[in-house]
């Protein structure tokens, strides 16, 4: 036995004896155990189900005092970690559950609900710079109602979200000075009225802290200036109108950039106290893998605890890494390695390729689509390139406009606002492009990067049609954008609902569905041939590999695909009668999905959109190469196997603050994919079962196809397949009844994970 151990061991073996003795004089809720010997090798422990008291310090210097469950804290206790953080309240299988209270070293004190390690529920937080919170938590942040008072002496009472102000909320500055309106991701950010300390008010829009849109100054005297609002002077317009009788226009002197320069100087939001570790981000000495570790050179006795001498190569432990409760029996070698013949029966290995290659053909000189390409380039570089306007968020009625399309020639010789080019002379339209550019900025898009990705030197590629309408979709070099060609009529409905995409995009900056950047069609000079295409994120831009995709309508007719098993690969869009997964998402996640599942299903059913998927890509985590034995019995080296998941793994994810940065709504989102069967009994079965086999996952997801509306020709293909099928379970039904059965299905497909 090594003296680190052996010192543990002393330790732990005397508060052992003091507390089993404490426990037989004082407490008769424990159930009754033999404490009369003293031997650690013979103590019958508390036996399965059975609550007792103890206290156990951890070869790191942690601590824990209070009651146990089955060998995990249970019921009330305190946990002192070596770093100085205490946790004294409430526990349920080893995770800090109820009513408790936090400390940090640093002085900083949450006091309130816990749930499964998260500050969750009603609490309260005092930071160590004398910052108090007042209010709802959910999963460690701020979230719901709230109250904030400042260390300056500030103080905000209002909606929160993941941590900062968001939705409606009051803000009050020492000085005076208060805000009353709404927020965004921690800053002023919608509609509101801020009124200074002297009575003077600005009642109107806000974009990241400052009035930038419609808005009303207004004096104490009744004189106001009515105008559009921003920080660039040369964007500032707007009328001052003296107050009522009064013959001196007493603020006409007065300048709107004035705001800007001092008054919003004083209205500083005061940042708050970030939580350098959050409690659910703390090991405990009593998780399974140190608990593990420091145990190698003993015995653990039935509740975990260490018993002297005996030099035993293989032990059993009765609980399994996985937190959730269901414990299975593993058997554990002298070096710490868990037996493959034990593992659990459920783990399966998926099979998944060592490499994925890059989708798609790329189009060279040759490709029958090389001119096309070439034109497109070309125009892009045409539309984004040229100079416009600064950019306003608050765009015109005109700028939708129907008309608002824009033809420009391309001879190959060049002309005053086009390059020479080698290709044959082309037409190239713009529809509604000052829409388009404000969309690249609400995006985030820069303009150069866009033009590299399209227009550099590296071609696009050409999938091979994924689609059934026919259409061609190509990827950019770099994966970011993906353009699809399309039918007039979906060009039509697009820009029909313009309007309606332009705000629903602007006002839910978390919205699943696609994001359009461009929209263009090219004509050859001399023919009638039109290619119009729409440019779009491609939902799987990421680093991560896709091992799996699947477009999810919530309609079972034709919904599997057409390829034989033996030809899916990473590439293959598998469909709602593939799927054998339920997504399980974090509740913080999980809650924000299903929001802006109801938010976007409620907006393309406003615009009669049918037909839309909800687009999933799936990445298991941590797939190594490893040997397995296939089905004829051969080994195989070349398959790679996902491990199984631990509840903890996803928490880990989620609150790693390197993740955290990249990870959105739809991107790079932690999960745990659990594997699903279709009973065989039962045909119409769209969801399987649950199996209990879990992977770690990273899923990325979004709503795409929303081009399809409610046309008469839909109405006809409904009118015709209903007489031969169950009209509920194919495609074409209306849009109210689309958005039902794609929200049904789409909310048992991901669920909760708890
Ligand atoms: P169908 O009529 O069969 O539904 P379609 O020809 O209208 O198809 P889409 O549904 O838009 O085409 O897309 C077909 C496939 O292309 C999708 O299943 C998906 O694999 C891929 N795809 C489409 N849009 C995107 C996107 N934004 N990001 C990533 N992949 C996409």
């Not at 559950?97 to 609490?123: R, T």
């Not at 086009?418 to 690249?440: I, N």
């Not at 299903?594 to 990445?619: T, W």
């Not at 932690?670 to 879990?694: N, S, W």
């Amino acid at each position: 036995m090594n003296s680190e151990c052996s010192g543990i061991f002393r330790l732990k073996s005397r508060k052992l004896q003091a507390s089993l003795k404490k426990r037989s004089k004082s407490n008769s809720i424990f159930a009754p155990m033999s404490v009369a010997h003293v031997d650690d090798e013979e103590l019958p422990g508390p036996g399965p189900g059975e609550l007792y008291q103890d206290e156990k310090v951890f070869s790191n210097g942690d601590m824990y005092t209070g009651e146990w469950l089955d060998n995990l804290p249970h019921g009330h206790g305190k946990y002192s970690w070596n770093d100085g953080c205490v946790y004294e309240g409430q526990w349920q299988k080893g995770k800090t559950m109820g009513n408790g209270k936090f400390s940090w070293p640093s002085g900083a004190i949450y006091e309130g609900n816990f749930k499964k390690g998260y500050m969750d529920g009603k609490g309260s937080y005092t930071g160590s710079n004398g910052e108090t919170y007042r209010g709802s938590w959910v999963m460690n942040f701020k979230h719901g109602h709230g109250t904030m008072n400042y260390p300056n002496g500030d103080s905000y009472e209002g909606d929160w979200r993941r941590g900062v102000q968001e939705g409606n909320g009051k803000y009050h500055w020492k000085n005076g000075h208060n805000f009353v309106g709404q927020w965004r991701n921690g800053v002023i950010e919608g509609k509101g009225t801020l009124t200074w300390a002297n009575g003077n008010k600005f009642d109107g829009f806000w974009a990241d802290g400052l009035p930038q849109g419609q808005g009303t100054y207004k004096w104490v005297d009744g004189s106001y200036y009515i105008g559009s609002w921003s920080m660039d002077p040369t964007e500032q317009s707007g009328t001052y109108y003296p107050a009522k009788g009064s013959s001196v226009p007493g603020n006409i002197e007065w300048e709107p950039q004035h705001v800007y320069r001092v008054e919003m100087e004083e209205c500083k939001v005061c940042p708050h106290e970030k939580i350098s570790m959050f409690p659910s981000q703390k090991a405990m000495g009593f998780d399974a893998p140190s608990f593990h570790k420091h145990s190698s050179t003993g015995r653990l006795s039935i509740d975990g605890r260490l018993s002297n001498g005996s030099n035993m190569s293989t032990y059993s432990w009765d609980r399994s890494y996985d937190s959730s409760g269901n414990g299975r029996r593993h058997s554990i070698d002298a070096f710490g390695r868990i037996s493959l013949d034990q593992m659990p029966r459920n783990i399966h290995p998926i099979l998944l390729p060592k490499t994925i290659k890059k989708q798609g053909e790329t189009i060279s000189k040759g490709h029958r689509n090389f001119e096309l390409m070439l034109n497109l380039q070309l125009g892009i570089r045409h539309s984004v390139g040229r100079p416009g306007p600064p950019i306003n968020l608050d765009l015109k009625s005109s700028a939708f406009d129907p008309k608002e399309k824009f033809w420009t020639r391309f001879p190959p010789e060049g002309s005053k606002h086009t390059p020479p080019h080698p290709s044959c002379e082309f037409k190239w339209k713009d529809y509604c492009p000052l829409v388009f550019r404000t969309l690249r900025k609400l995006f985030k898009v820069d303009a150069a990067d866009y033009m590299l990705s399209i227009c550099g030197n590296d071609a696009l590629r050409e999938l091979s049609s994924p689609g059934k309408s026919g259409s061609f979709f190509y990827l950019t070099h770099d994966d970011k954008y993906m353009i699809k060609t399309m039918k007039k009529a979906e060009v039509k409905v697009l820009i029909r609902m313009l309007p309606a995409y332009y705000n629903h995009v602007r006002t839910f900056e978390d919205t699943l569905v696609t994001r359009f950047y461009g929209l263009h069609c090219v004509k050859l000079t001399g023919t009638q041939k039109k290619v119009r295409f729409v440019i779009m994120g491609n939902l799987f831009c990421t680093e991560h590999a896709i091992h799996r995709r699947f477009d999810l309508k919530g309609s079972s007719h034709g919904r599997t695909t057409e390829k034989p098993e033996s030809e899916i690969d990473p590439t293959t869009t598998l469909k709602d009668l593939d799927l054998n997964y339920i997504f399980r998402l974090q509740r913080f996640w999980f809650q924000e999905f299903c929001r802006q599942v109801d938010r976007d299903c409620d907006f393309l059913e406003q615009e009669r959109i049918m037909d839309y998927s909800l687009l999933v890509g799936v990445h298991f985590r941590d797939s190594c190469v490893r040997p397995i034995t296939t089905a004829d019995g051969k080994t195989n080296t070349e398959l790679v196997a996902p491990r199984l998941s631990r509840v903890d793994e996803t928490d880990r994810l989620v609150f790693d603050p390197s993740e955290w940065a990249s990870i959105r709504l739809g991107i790079n989102m932690p999960a745990r994919a659990e594997v699903t069967v279709r009973r065989t009994d039962c045909e119409a079965q769209l969801v399987g079962d649950p199996t209990g086999e879990c992977y770690d996952v990273i899923i990325f997801f979004g709503i795409i196809d929303i081009l399809q509306d409610y046309d008469i020709s839909k109405k006809l293909e409904h009118a015709y397949k209903a007489i031969q099928y169950d009209p509920t379970a194919i495609s074409a039904v209306d849009p109210k009844q689309y958005s039902k059965r794609f929200r049904d299905f789409i909310f048992k497909v991901f669920a909760e994970d708890g």
